[in-house]
């Protein structure tokens, strides 16, 4: 009796196994992957994470997002309302918020000119951006010091050559 049990379990779960092309949805994938393999993931449900970077550009009711994951930035096709949960955008002076969205990978999008694009159908924060604070390098400070005096001292002995 435990053996049919237990056959009729895995023969359920075989049945019962997410196939064709949502089978892409529970995996994260890489710029790079997607890239490298967009045929493979062309109309596929997919997980990509990042940083936001440049501009959100709204476009009527939806948004352009870039979003950096360490290799490439890929655009983001989104709605204008989950564009506005961004807060900051990555730049020379903040790190962008990083999102982890979910949507319809495109190898070529028809609708968007032939680029490369996802089109986000759920996204979460991860992580909260910041302001970036400049630190002053007083080691290239004190070089600018000693090579401006070096340039000054070099200045004094040519007009004492001259004289």
């Not at 005096?149 to 001259?162: A, E, N, Q, R, Y």
């Amino acid at each position: 009796m435990k053996k049919e049990f237990k056959l009729i379990l895995i023969i359920l779960f075989l049945v019962f196994i997410p196939r064709g092309e949502k089978a892409a949805f529970a995996q994260s994938f890489s710029s790079s992957e997607l890239i490298r393999n967009a045929r493979e993931y062309d109309g596929k449900i997919i997980i990509y994470s990042g940083e936001v970077i440049g501009d959100v550009m709204s476009r009527g009711e939806f948004a352009w997002v870039n979003i950096n994951d360490g290799e490439n930035a890929l655009g983001v096709w989104m709605s204008a309302v989950s564009a506005k949960e961004i807060k900051f955008k990555g730049n020379y002076k903040s790190r962008g918020d990083r999102l982890e969205i979910m949507g319809e990978f495109h190898r070529a999008c028809f609708e968007h000119g032939g680029d490369l694009d996802i089109h986000v159908q759920s996204l979460r924060k991860i992580e909260n951006g910041r302001m970036v604070k400049e630190r002053i390098n007083f080691d290239k400070v004190s070089l600018g010091f000693i090579l401006l005096g070096v340039l000054f001292l070099i200045w004094i002995l040519t007009l004492f050559k001259h004289k």
